[in-house]
């Protein structure tokens, strides 16, 4: 963990992705989605999940969405690609957010 800085750990994570398929993936899985930074690489997740959170990470997976395309009457334009990261987490471990701790 000490190969990253801190700082750059406190950037990659940027909010919890909460929908109907990541809460199924939460129980079903034990993983957790999360939006991260689009320069965000797989090791940076890990690092970045185990400081914020305190838990051990078996595995993540990374995926690059791509911004919907959408009208404005006659002009058409695209929303921003983000990406997503699915964070596998050890037996036994959890992440709540419900907690306000």
Known sequence: M???KEERL???LLA??????ATY???????VVFR????ATKP????AV????????????VANVKGKEKRF??????RKGWKKAYVCLKPGQEINFAAGE
């Open 2 to 4: 000490s190969a990253f």
């Open 10 to 12: 406190m950037q990659v």
């Open 16 to 21: 919890p992705q909460i929908s109907e398929k």
């Open 25 to 31: 993936i939460a129980d079903k899985n034990e993983q």
């Open 36 to 39: 991260v930074a689009s320069d």
């Open 44 to 47: 940076e997740v890990k690092a």
């Open 50 to 61: 185990e400081l914020l959170f305190k838990v051990e990470v078996k595995a993540v997976q």
């Open 73 to 78: 009457g006659k002009m058409i334009g695209r």
